[in-house]
DNA sequence: AGCACCACTTAGGAGGCAAAAT
DNA sequence: ATTTTGCCTCCTAAGTGGTGCT
């Protein structure tokens, strides 16, 4: 049992100091300035602990309101006649109207929801009260209008856009870094989220439900005692706003809230990736993954043994784990389906998510797991398990939980037994991290010295380095949409294909040798081109990168392979991972 | 044990912008 | 020179997991 080190009641400050801004160690707007960096200091690999202390002092300046509505004055119809609406009316009029062209607009609960929202605002007035289906809007002048605001601002000057952007840059400037122990970091995310219609993935029930505007009152500001407390802005609405409240946690590292009214959860502002608090966070994230290597022997030999038990809950137990270990699947945990969209995990995987199409011991999963993201692989599992999951389906309907004995808190529980530290989530860090490192082992072997000279020695490097962070994403079925315009990329291809296969027919006739072998080139590249365009149509190589690829694999692969750095992280990923920067070549996960 | 609450990480999409293709 | 493509950053939704209470 871990004690609890901080206080951890908010100490509700008194009114605001006067004024004591604690000014900040040197700061030339990147990141820490003075002195070492967190990650070269002696002693600061301390571990990241929930419930620790996070800071001595914390200073910053608060958060920014979006602009209050302005109203247009375009005309809405309501069965073809016109309804006028107040400003507050017309609002939630123009965000549905700034939606016709997406798919949410064509969705009946979307549409509902978008209702149930509109209609009491619609009721304030006697004219409103006549508006009851939506299938009776007409939103098209306002959405008009909206087309034409964005056209203006496509074909804005230069100098205009420049003008724009640094008035916003000045407006915003005391925002953009909090002070934390005399330490200046970025702030993450200080603007306050935007009123709007909530875009719920997959078949959320409440996509469509008006998000509602926050104001200072429903803030609250996380600062030290001796911090000056951020000025309430103005919000340009004639009232004088005070925040919601003003507390100094110093054991958790948001530096403000509010409660999002769509599922009434916390919404936090938190320092930037690079800041010093992430990256602490971040690199013990992958200590703990490398750790896991120590101990996953234990984790195996005990999953097999109780696969073969005779108590149900034991099997079903280890059987989950060999999931999460093996398939680098979520944990699962409990969802409401009323108030949230039908996705799964390992936990809550169902039966009618198990097929057994694919011959003996092949195990076939289909689900749609987090952000409705679909998971459909057919995968060779060992016998014990096969055997164990048939057994688990057995008398039970298709929308019946497969694991009816299992929640992840015991399996946390048990993990927390094998290893300190140890969660669920670990084993899909260890495993994206420990298959990117071995694929890039064999860099050697891979990158043959004829690609080099045909695609470079750097080309040939990434395009391999790229094959390896594919492994990762489809081992923790990372996806992106397809682009609309994949199938017409496609076409075209297939179009040049057949153009350059006609004309190595042509040369073949004319006898002419030489140019058949430069096409036969080009056609390969085409068909390569091709097939690696379709191949990763639907693969998002980023999500890995950002979570869970230890980043000193990569530092370290491009050190021994004289690839630079930036081959493979941009700019805000070099910032992120500049604690593993001095890592050795010679570095393994 | 089960649950509510809270802190924090992980996720894909939108949209802007720059490089590449035409 | 213009259009298309692809990458990057921002945005905010959607997970996980620890803790303390009943």
Redesign the pocket.
């Known amino acids: 049992m ?1 004690t ?1 080190t901080a206080a ?1 009641k908010p100490a509700v400050k008194p009114p605001p100091p006067k004024k004591r801004a604690a000014a900040p160690k040197g700061g030339d707007g990147g990141g820490p300035s003075s002195g070492a960096a967190w990650y070269e200091e002696d002693g600061a690999e301390k571990e990241w602990k ?2 620790g202390i ?1 800071w001595t002092t914390l200073e910053h300046g608060g958060v920014l309101f979006p602009q209050l509505y302005t109203p247009h004055g375009k005309t809405f119809k309501y069965d073809g006649k016109p309804v006028p609406l107040t400003p507050e009316q017309e609002e939630v009029a123009t965000m549905f109207a700034a939606m016709v062209h ?1 798919d949410y607009a064509t969705k009946p609960v979307f549409r509902a929801n978008f209702m149930k929202s509109w209609v009491p605002l619609l009721k304030k007035t006697e004219a409103g009260k006549q508006v009851k289906s939506i299938d009776k809007c007409d939103f098209s002048l306002i959405k008009e209008h909206l087309d034409q605001l964005a056209q203006e ?1 496509k074909e804005m000057s230069k100098e205009e ?1 420049l003008r724009i952007k640094t008035e916003k840059d000045a407006a915003e400037a005391h925002l953009i870094f909090a002070t934390v122990d005399g330490r200046k970091e970025k702030v993450g ?1 200080f ?1 306050v ?2 009123p ?1 219609l ?5 078949e ?1 029930p409440k996509m469509g439900m008006l ?1 509602a505007r926050i104001v200072p009152e429903d803030i609250t500001i996380n600062c030290s005692e001796d911090a000056t407390v951020p000025a309430v802005p103005d919000l340009g609405d004639g009232k004088k706003h005070k925040w919601g409240g003003v507390v100094c ?1 110093n054991t ?3 530096l403000a ?1 509010w409660t ?1 009214s ?1 599922n009434g ?4 502002v ?1 320092l930037a990736a690079n800041s010093s608090w ?1 990256g602490l ?2 690199k013990s ?1 992958y200590e703990k993954a490398r750790e896991l290597k120590n101990h996953i022997g234990k984790v195996r030999e005990d999953y097999m043994k109780g696969m073969k038990s005779s108590d149900v809950a034991q099997q079903q137990h280890s059987t989950a784990v060999y999931l999460i270990d093996r398939l680098a699947l ?4 409990e ?1 409401n389906t009323d108030e ?2 039908d ?1 799964v ?1 390992c936990c809550s995987l169902r039966v009618e998510h198990v097929l057994f199409d694919g011959g003996d011991n092949m195990l076939h999963l289909n689900f749609l ?5 679909e998971y459909d692989n057919t995968t060779e599992v060992i016998p014990l398990a096969f055997k164990c999951i048939k057994s688990f389906m057995k008398k039970k309907k298709p929308g019946d939980e497969l694991f009816d004995q299992v ?3 015991k399996l ?1 529980d048990y993990f ?1 037994s094998v290893m300190d ?1 140890l ?4 084993f ?2 260890y495993n994206a991290s420990s298959t990117l490192d071995a694929e890039l082992q064999k860099t050697a072997a891979m990158v043959t010295a004829a690609q080099r000279a045909k695609e470079g020695d750097i080309n040939a490097l990434c395009n391999y380095y790229t094959l390896a962070n594919k492994r990762v994403a489809e081992l ?6 397809t ?1 609309p ?1 994949h199938a ?2 496609i076409a ?1 291809f297939d179009e040049k294909i057949e153009a350059c296969e006609l004309e190595i027919k042509a040369a073949k006739k004319a006898n002419n040798d030489s140019k058949v072998e430069s096409l036969k080139k080009k056609l390969t590249k085409l068909q390569a081109d091709r097939k690696n ?1 379709d191949e990763t149509k639907n693969v ?1 190589l ?3 990168k950002i ?2 690829n230890d980043p000193r694999i990569t530092i370290a692969w491009c050190k021994a392979n004289e690839v630079p750095i930036h081959k493979q992280f ?4 070099m910032a992120k991972f500049k604690w593993a920067m001095s890592v050795e070549p010679e570095y393994r996960f």
């Open positions: 871990k609890k951890k929930r419930g996070k997406t601002k856009k995310n603007r989220e935007p709007g909530f875009r719920g993935r997959g959320h998000k946690t958790v590292t948001w809230k999002d769509i959860e916390d919404k936090c938190w992430k966070s971040d994230k979520r944990v699962g945990g969802k949230e969209a996705t995990g797991g987090k952000d409705s993201i929640v992840p808190a946390n927390k530290g969660s669920a989530k670990v899909r860090t923790c079925n990372h996806q992106k949409a682009s315009a017409a990329a075209k365009k998002s980023g999500t890995s979570n869970y941009p700019k805000t990923l």
